[in-house]
């Protein structure tokens, strides 16, 4: 397995690939992996012949407050991880490298950026846009592999693809969870084990609603978004959002809606945690 640290040595490696007729795959992540992150690995395996892993906690995407400096990180450990499930380079850059000091394009997203996460996280989608863009640029994946975990996330970059003509098939990952049911997240590691078992009435809000919503439909919105904020709040939890969206553009559902996002956000401790489940009808 290859790694790289500097974007011209990526862009290298994947325009040979590309001159060798292999179909790449992009993993984008920001380290700290678990088997979440190894379930993306392993579809991208399925979809190509080079597999590239970005290992980068994007500093653009973190506003003052947040937590970017104490951001878990394990880079050996992460390499381990990605050479088992058959990636074939690691890009690791330093945000140097990525950002030039004086810097002043960006993506952006006007729509589907401001509601969700982005009310609480303002700048947050244009870093996520402005690195994916700068990943897609460098690695020049035929696919690359998000999370449903990330379900606005995924959405978003959806969108970008369209707009902006990127020629990335982009697949998306099942959210996968720990035994106990919580979504998994490299910050589920500061939360303590009192937090972490208060933390299991989020993901019970979602099976709860996704079971509601399945049932009758957009009937069961104000049901499901009720029951949640209350399960949440008993458990300790301080909500950020719980919401419903169409899942095909963020906005509020309807009897024609085809599917609807259930997504949660909510505090306990000092960590912030998020989940969600996507229901067709």
Same mark, same amino acid.
């Given at each position: 397995? #290859? ?9 290298? =490696?994947?325009?040979e690939?590309?001159?060798s ?11 700290? @992996? ?5 379930s993306?690995?392993? !579809? ?5 012949? +080079? $597999?590239i892993?970005?290992i980068?906690?994007?500093?653009t ?5 947040? %937590?970017?400096?104490? =951001?878990?990180?394990?880079f050996e ?12 380079? /690691?890009?690791a850059?330093a ?19 401001k /509601? ?15 690195v ?15 999370? &449903? #975990? ?7 970059? &959806?969108?970008?693809v ?6 990335? +098939? !982009?697949?998306?990952? %099942?959210? !996968?969870?720990?035994?106990?049911? /919580? ?6 590691? =500061?939360?303590s084990? %009192? ?16 079971k509601q ?9 104000? +049901? ?24 095909s %553009?963020? +906005? ?8 609807? @996002? ?5 505090v ?5 945690? !998020?989940?969600?489940?996507? $229901?067709?009808?």
């Amino acid at each position: 397995m #290859k790694i790289f640290h500097q974007p011209g040595e990526l862009q290298a =490696y994947a325009l040979e690939c590309k001159r060798s007729g292999k179909r790449i795959a992009l993993v984008p992540t920001m380290g700290f @992996l678990h088997a979440g992150h190894a379930s993306l690995i392993d !579809i991208a395996r399925e979809r190509g012949d +080079e $597999v590239i892993v970005s290992i980068f906690v994007n500093p653009t995407q973190f506003a003052p407050n947040e %937590d970017l400096d104490k =951001y878990p990180r394990d880079f050996e450990n992460d390499c381990r991880l990605c050479e088992a499930h058959g990636a074939t380079a /690691v890009f690791a850059p330093a945000p140097e490298s990525m950002y030039a000091s004086d810097r002043s394009i960006w993506v952006d997203e006007t729509t589907l950026s401001k /509601v969700l996460c982005g009310k609480s996280r303002p700048i947050h989608f244009r870093g996520v846009l402005t690195v994916v863009s700068k990943l897609f640029n460098l690695a020049l994946p035929d696919v690359a592999v998000f999370g &449903k #975990k990330d379900a606005q996330q995924a959405i978003i970059i &959806k969108r970008m693809v369209r707009d902006l003509n990127f020629p990335v +098939e !982009i697949v998306l990952g %099942d959210l !996968i969870r720990d035994t106990d049911n /919580v979504a998994m997240s490299s910050r589920n590691r =500061y939360l303590s084990e %009192d937090e972490r078992r208060r933390a299991r009435s989020i993901s019970e809000s979602v099976f709860y609603a996704e079971k509601q919503l399945k049932a009758q439909g957009v009937a069961a919105v104000d +049901e499901v978004v009720e029951y949640a904020r209350k399960h949440i709040t008993e458990a300790g939890g301080v909500v950020d959002y719980v919401e419903v969206r169409d899942s095909s %553009d963020l +906005e509020a559902p309807t009897a024609s809606s085809c599917g609807v @996002l259930f997504a949660v956000a909510a505090v306990f401790g000092t960590t912030r945690l !998020i989940d969600n489940c996507f $229901v067709d009808f």
